[in-house]
């Protein structure tokens, strides 16, 4: 079963996200994603994230920097269409939790 992770945006918005498996197909869908290191204590979110095709593996750069910091660095997606959507999600995510690699 795939982990599922929510996380509570500044607004109050909570948004269900999943653990991406890398050997699985992507769709060529539009998405947010998040790197968190996931603890016993819960995740702490590193990137919050967006791509037009989450085939195109575009994460791929974003996640090789934060494991050069965070070594259990995982990469968590949320399948989300229309870029408008995406891109208010990202910053709703980013004004709640402050990840340090959106610097």
Not at 11 to 33: K, M, T, V
Request: hydrophobic share 35%.
């Amino acid at each position: 079963m795939t982990q599922q992770i929510d996380f509570a945006g500044a607004s109050g918005a909570r948004y269900r996200y999943s653990a991406l498996d890398e050997d699985r197909f992507l769709p060529p869908a539009g998405a947010n994603y998040v790197i968190a290191e996931l603890t016993e204590e819960g995740p702490t979110v590193v990137y919050a994230g967006e791509t037009d095709n989450l085939a195109s593996q575009s994460w791929r750069g974003d996640l090789e920097k934060a494991r050069r910091k965070y070594a259990n660095a995982t990469l968590l997606t949320r399948l989300n269409v229309t870029r408008a959507v995406r891109e208010a999600e990202r910053l709703d995510l980013i004004e709640h939790y402050h990840p340090p690699l959106n610097g």
